[in-house]
């Protein structure tokens, strides 16, 4: 039996609808979200090279060799660059599960919990090379001058589908973003993790999140 | 919460692919009958992203029942439920690049028609903290700008002021301190000493006083 709401389409429903066939054409299918997150990546994995190819290999996997959680801070930022661009990515598309919004959190946890040992090593070493201030303020200058760029880059990714929840999904490309300029800044950092240093991460973290949740949030809601 | 519905509006809370196209591919006109209407809707969103317009309009006919029940499910407003059906097929009609051939059109509809009546529902309650609907104002604001209205509310206060002044002191101080100040019997009785079934005699009998008095001269 046929439905009487659906054989009661009133006619404006039906008008618009005209108009919306009229006006159809063939569209491209977004890609998946996982190769749209090997784009974004691909751009990460360019300052990487980038990056290497200024300060060299050496002074990384030779600090890391001494602190080896530096190593595990590291690879918990990169994984959650990762893990936050790809949850950032299918929240941007209608129908998906808010719980993408957790899988960054374990790697995430890696990531805090291998900074927070560093500081520990730091005060129980008896002379460690520790960042000073100023460099404590280069390196949240790198932080938030990485994440603009990228985060600007995942936010033409995200808007070319349809955020349904627009700050969530700007917090995912906060997160994402920081989280990659963080595992670039291993590349050139020179210091162990002093609590300051530590600090100041969380610091550009929060701040580059922020602004995105304020400003992507926006952006992403015109939807 | 982001749902997915059957054609006869019933709910299932779950936005993972709960049923799979076997072909996602296949023409819509090849569609046969034992195909469920949820794999039928899916396979004219598939012809439609072709560009398949015959496809798109019955979709798009056949989403407008499915947008009620989650405009109504959301609490949207019967006389609001068409505007939440014409948003959510122009934004059908906008991103309909990502819809994913391997998952239901049922549950994607469903996230953006939800959506849409969240938007309506905060647009609504926008408009009602800003509007002042006629009964209310009506009640709470009427004339009050107009000099003679407030000279007669005046009027009127003064020659209650002075009908409470002229009653007995027994009955004057009950309606001050009961009726007036809107204090409890209990915290009169014990601050003028008074037994509480005196004070409720003396309210009532002055009530009854001025009543008589303002009724009789109007």
Redesign the interface.
């Known amino acids: 039996m046929e439905?009487p709401?659906?054989m009661s389409?009133?006619s404006?429903?039906?008008e618009?609808?005209?108009r919306?066939?009229?006006?159809?054409?063939?569209?491209?299918?977004?890609a998946?979200p996982w190769r749209r997150v090997l784009g974004w990546l691909l751009v990460v994995v360019a300052a990487a090279l980038a990056l290497l190819a200024h300060y060299g290999p050496d002074g990384m996997l030779q600090r890391w060799t001494v602190a080896p959680e530096l190593a595990w801070a590291g690879l918990g930022a990169a994984v959650t660059a990762v893990c936050a661009a790809w949850a950032a990515l299918s929240l941007s598309?209608?129908?998906?599960?808010?719980l993408w919004a957790w899988l960054p959190v374990p790697s995430a946890l890696l990531w805090i919990g291998a900074s927070g040992l560093g500081c520990l090593r730091v005060w129980f070493t008896p002379d460690p090379q520790v960042a000073a201030l100023q460099q404590s303020a280069d390196c949240l200058i790198f932080i938030i001058g990485l994440s603009i760029p990228l985060s600007a880059l995942l936010i033409l990714l995200v808007r070319r589908?349809?955020p349904?929840r627009p700050v969530l999904t700007a917090v995912m490309i906060g997160l994402a973003s920081a989280a990659a300029s963080a595992c670039l800044l291993e590349i050139g950092h020179a210091e162990a993790s002093a609590a300051t240093d530590l600090l100041t991460h969380a610091l550009a973290v929060a701040l580059v999140v922020a602004a995105n949740a304020a400003m992507g949030g926006r952006l992403l809601s015109r939807? | 919460m982001?749902c997915s519905l059957t054609?006869?509006g019933s709910m299932v809370f779950d936005?993972?692919p709960s049923c799979r196209v076997s072909n996602p591919h296949m023409p819509a006109e090849s569609s046969t009958a034992s195909e469920t209407p949820s794999q039928r809707r899916t396979a004219w969103m598939v012809a439609?992203?072709?560009?398949d317009?015959r496809a798109?309009?019955k979709l798009?006919?056949?989403s407008?029942?499915l947008i009620?029940a989650v405009a109504r499910r959301c609490g949207v407003a019967p006389d609001h439920v068409?505007d939440v059906?014409?948003e959510t097929?122009?934004?059908v009609?906008?991103?309909?690049?990502?819809?994913?051939?391997a998952?239901t059109y049922d549950?994607?509809l469903?996230?953006?028609a939800?959506?849409r009546a969240i938007d309506a529902l905060r647009s609504r309650g926008r408009r009602d903290r800003r509007e002042v609907h006629d009964e209310f104002a009506l009640e709470r604001h009427a004339d009050s700008g107009d000099a003679s209205a407030a000279a007669e509310r005046e009027q009127r206060a003064r020659r209650l002021r002075l009908a409470v002044a002229e009653l007995p002191p027994g009955q004057r101080e009950a309606v001050e301190q009961l009726g007036l100040r809107e204090r409890s019997l209990r915290d009169v009785a014990t601050s003028t000493g008074r037994r509480t079934g005196a004070l409720k005699v003396n309210l009532h009998r002055a009530l009854k006083t001025l009543r008589e008095r303002f009724h009789g001269e109007s």
């Open positions: 439905n709401e659906a389409v009133s404006s429903h039906s618009l609808i005209d919306l066939g009229g006006a159809l054409v063939p569209v491209r299918r977004l998946p598309v209608p129908g998906r599960r808010v589908a349809c349904l939807t | 982001p054609q006869t936005d993972a439609a992203q072709a560009g317009r798109y309009e798009l006919a056949d407008i029942s009620r068409d059906v014409q097929l122009l934004t009609h906008r991103v309909r690049h990502t819809f994913d051939p998952r549950n994607w469903a996230a953006l939800n959506r």
